[in-house]
């Protein structure tokens, strides 16, 4: 007896499949289960970047103020060596980490903190959002 997949089973299968080796692919790229890690990425510029991303990037190089006592929730503390939101994006050389551009939490945080102090937070209120919104994705970087 023969089984037919329908069309919904097939893309199903196919978006699975997709999800898993991605993330293989990620977890591998980042250090993995090999106890290594990865200091630093790559270097990126803001013309290889979407204009939305590139522009997430200006306000983080803007506000090292802030962005240096955010923390992230990504894994990147435990991966990369990151402390901070700050390391997501930037390089000790002033140099723009690529980490930041392949990353959804690391964007997201970002637009956040740009948008909460466009509407006036302070550090503390910023900071308790963001450990609000984020802390279900992992632990936050050890940021000061």
């Known amino acids: 007896?023969?089984?037919r997949m329908g069309r919904r089973e097939f893309l199903g299968g196919v978006l699975a499949a997709g999800v898993v080796a991605g993330s293989g692919w990620w977890w591998l790229g980042s250090g993995g289960d090999t106890g290594?890690?990865?200091p630093g990425g790559g270097t990126t510029t803001l013309s290889a970047l979407p204009p939305d991303v590139a522009a997430v990037y200006r306000y983080v190089a803007a506000n090292r103020s802030l962005a240096a006592h955010v923390p992230c929730y990504c894994g990147c503390g435990q991966f990369e060596g990151h402390t901070s939101l700050w390391d997501c994006f930037m390089k000790a050389d002033g140099e723009f980490d690529d980490h930041a551009a392949g990353c959804m939490i690391c964007l997201e945080?970002?637009?956040?903190?740009g948008a909460l102090a466009k509407q006036g937070n302070?550090?503390?209120a910023i900071r308790a959002r963001i450990d609000e919104r984020f802390r279900q994705y992992g632990p936050p970087t050890k940021t000061q």
């Open 1 to 3: 007896m023969s089984v």
């Open 36 to 38: 290594e890690s990865r």
């Open 109 to 113: 945080i970002g637009r956040d903190i």
């Open 122 to 124: 302070d550090l503390v």
